[in-house]
């Protein structure tokens, strides 16, 4: 096995896996914000909150990411008559739909909190909207957490699909490299070591915290 074309080629290729963490980050970050808001729109007992939300939700999981990220790339420029490049395409793309999963992440969340606790706060006085806010999603964000950290791993997976619009993210970086070279093995067993590292990595986290917030609640810690 040649380790040295993986040595020759170090620079490029992890200047491809800071583009790989820069998507995550903000396909996370702006999905998980989106999808705050859609979660909660899916338990508001207003129709015109609740249904445009659900079909949202529904369309976005009902599609692959990579045809998401098709349409962003060749169809909005057409749209709006501009154009728009690799990197925004790609982001943007993982935003709108890593929404409808955090979404569902969040609902699943919000309904985990006591019903008791929303109508005790209810009672001293504050709107729904306050409610929600200061008591409803500060918990239901703590016990979401092991949930997100998973998705947040399958996302990392997932960064490697905006290769499809010519991104030149770390996997993508592999195949261009391994095109001049031709050393297959040592270079995509190489990829999947780091992929393998870095999930794993996430993936033990979500485990350490499951298992925290699991002797909070049996030990009564996580009451409010």
Do not use: K
């Not at 899916?42 to 009902?62: D, K, L, N």
């Not at 739909?97 to 109508?119: C, D, K, L, N, T």
């Amino acid at each position: 096995m040649d380790v040295d074309v993986i040595l020759r080629n170090a620079p490029f290729l992890f200047g491809g896996l800071e583009i790989t963490f820069e998507l995550a980050f903000i396909a996370v970050g702006g999905g998980l914000l989106l999808g705050i808001a859609l979660g909660s729109a899916r338990v508001s007992g207003r129709f015109w909150i609740y249904y445009p939300a659900t079909a949202y939700v529904h369309f976005f999981r009902g599609i692959p990411l990579i045809l998401v990220i098709f349409w962003l790339y060749f169809l909005v420029p057409v749209l709006v008559g501009r154009t728009m490049n690799e990197f925004a395409a790609a982001a943007l793309s993982f935003v709108v739909y890593e929404a409808a999963y955090f979404a569902e992440i969040v609902r699943a969340g919000i309904q985990s909190v006591p019903e008791g606790q929303r109508m005790a706060a209810t009672a001293t006085g504050l709107s729904p909207a306050q409610v929600m806010h200061y008591v409803v999603l500060p918990q239901a964000l703590r016990n979401m957490i092991p949930a997100l950290v998973t998705q947040s791993v399958v996302i990392f997976q997932d960064t490697s699909l905006a290769y499809v619009i010519g991104l030149r993210e770390f996997l993508r970086r592999v195949n261009l490299v391994d095109a001049r070279e031709a050393r297959s093995l040592e270079l995509y067993l190489f990829a999947g070591l780091v992929y393998f590292s870095l999930c794993s990595l996430g993936t033990f986290s979500s485990r350490r915290l499951e298992r925290r917030f699991a002797r909070q609640a049996f030990s009564g810690g996580g009451s409010v």
